[in-house]
């Protein structure tokens, strides 16, 4: 079956400052879905990523998907405290979706 | 927008305790599932649904049970709850690739 690493595990960075999160799959991806998840909370959907090589943006947020299809980042530009939380990529099997174990993210003021 | 409603955000019950734990949405979604997530395990499969009373047993099923009587509603039911049941329960309903997930119930049994 399909695994997602995600990379680092946790993060924590001072406010304006960039950073990335990577997410490698050991099978090709044929879509690659970035979630965000406050503490304590569900899921929500940022992007979502199909074509090799494809780049989305939303406000500050950056995910790319390599031309390989077989690994995801996401960059956030400029961080702000809203942007703290925990980060998930996915990717749709067969029946579900599979998920990487996730990158909690501090951002100190 | 979608919206899938988990009926409690907070639930403690007893060992040995019958619960449920209920989902609906509200888009005439065919796929429902159950995740359950924990720290460093990430999301793990329990049960999904394609249809109406039908089931499909995901990663870890053991301990659980669901029900699927109506389009809408799916629930979760764990038959004798145990410590180790402990975790944040999150329910998702998907329309092709899109998934729209619940807000989470954090249970805890004690």
Not at chain 2, 14 to 25: H, I
Not at chain 2, 46 to 67: A, L, N, Q
């Amino acid at each position: 079956s399909q695994e997602l690493e995600q990379s680092p595990q946790s993060l924590i960075v001072q406010e304006g400052k960039n950073l990335t999160i990577n997410c490698t799959s050991s099978k090709t991806l044929y879509g690659l879905y970035w979630y965000k998840q406050k503490y304590g909370e569900g899921l929500i959907f940022l992007m979502m990523l199909q074509k090799g090589g494809e780049e989305k943006s939303h406000e500050k947020i950056t995910a790319k998907l390599d031309e390989k299809k077989q690994q995801s980042s996401l960059h956030i530009t400029a961080s702000q405290p809203s942007h703290a939380g925990i980060y998930l990529c996915g990717a749709p099997g067969n029946n579900d979706m599979r998920f990487g174990a996730g990158t909690r993210l501090t951002v100190k003021p | 927008d979608v919206k899938v409603t988990q009926s409690s955000r907070y639930l403690v019950k007893r060992t040995g305790e019958k619960v449920f734990l209920e989902c609906v949405q509200d888009m005439d979604h065919e796929n429902m599932f159950w995740y359950r997530q924990d720290p460093g395990l990430g999301l793990r499969l329990i049960y999904f649904s394609y249809d109406v009373k039908m089931k499909e047993k995901g990663d870890i099923p053991e301990g659980y049970s669901v029900s699927r009587e109506k389009k809408e509603r799916f629930s979760l039911i764990l038959e004798s709850a145990s410590t180790n049941q402990t975790s944040m329960y999150l329910c998702a309903s998907r329309r092709d690739y899109g998934y729209t997930f619940g807000s989470g119930t954090r249970l805890t049994v004690v």
